[in-house]
């Protein structure tokens, strides 16, 4: 199993300014990923984050407003840009070792835009 | 691609008694249906997952079945505790593929 460590837990940003969120891994892993939570939504993915390529964003998340770093395979970082109250949601980070395996969870960045 | 349904979206029952979630998805070619369970302010955890070859599963006061031909898979607790209140997850994986997709989700209140 692995164990992810996600920063910050929850924040309070002011619109048009941007927040990165870290995610470590303590194990060296194949595949990570990013996912939004929307209150009382369920888990939509944002994009895949590729160790030392581009991620692969899914339909409707791009590049400029989701950047997404991925320096190694323990490390990945989100950063949401030029934020409005829209963006207020969970962000996750989630690991897979295998296909058709578990999926492992950070507990999770509670952003807040005002 | 695949979509996940999930029903209910709420379920209040009283400690003791069972709990049942619903899932249908759509793409046949799914084989891996993971159910996650998140409590507030944590990531989902998985809790119970089934694999396209068994029918059902089963962990404790926890057991999850799968009808393929009918596309639908189901969670089952028995005698409910404080502790089990939580959202509920189910997904499901096609075949190869490292991306689940998720249902809506399902908050399961149980009362004392």
């Known amino acids: 199993s692995a164990v992810i460590s996600q920063k910050p837990s929850r924040d309070i940003c002011q619109r048009g300014t941007s927040l990165t969120i870290q995610c470590q891994v303590d194990?060296?892993?194949?595949?990570m990923f990013w996912y939004r939570q929307q209150p009382g939504q369920s888990l939509t993915l944002i994009a895949t984050a590729n160790q030392g390529s581009e991620a692969t964003y899914e339909s409707g998340f791009v590049i400029d407003k989701f950047p997404i770093s991925r320096p190694n395979l323990t490390f990945s970082t989100l950063t949401v840009s030029n934020m409005s109250p829209e963006d207020s949601s969970i962000y996750l980070c989630?690991?897979?070792?295998?296909?058709?395996?578990?999926?492992?969870f950070g507990q999770g960045t509670r952003l807040t835009v005002v | 691609g695949e979509n996940v349904e999930q029903h209910p979206s709420t379920l209040s029952v009283q400690e003791g008694d069972s709990a049942v979630i619903k899932c249908t998805y759509s793409d046949s070619a799914s084989n891996y249906f993971p159910w996650y369970k998140q409590e507030l302010g944590k990531g989902p955890q998985l809790i119970i997952d089934?694999?396209?070859?068994?029918g059902e599963k089963k962990d404790q006061r926890i057991a999850v079945t799968l009808n393929k031909t009918a596309k639908h898979f189901s969670l089952h607790i028995t005698e409910t505790q404080p502790e089990d209140s939580a959202v509920y997850f189910c997904a499901a994986t096609p075949g190869g593929s490292y991306i689940p997709t998720f249902g809506r989700g399902t908050s399961l209140i149980v009362h004392p």
């Open positions: 194990s060296q892993v194949t595949m």
């Open positions: 089934i694999r396209s070859n068994v």
């Open positions: 989630s690991v897979e070792e295998q296909t058709e395996t578990e999926a492992f």
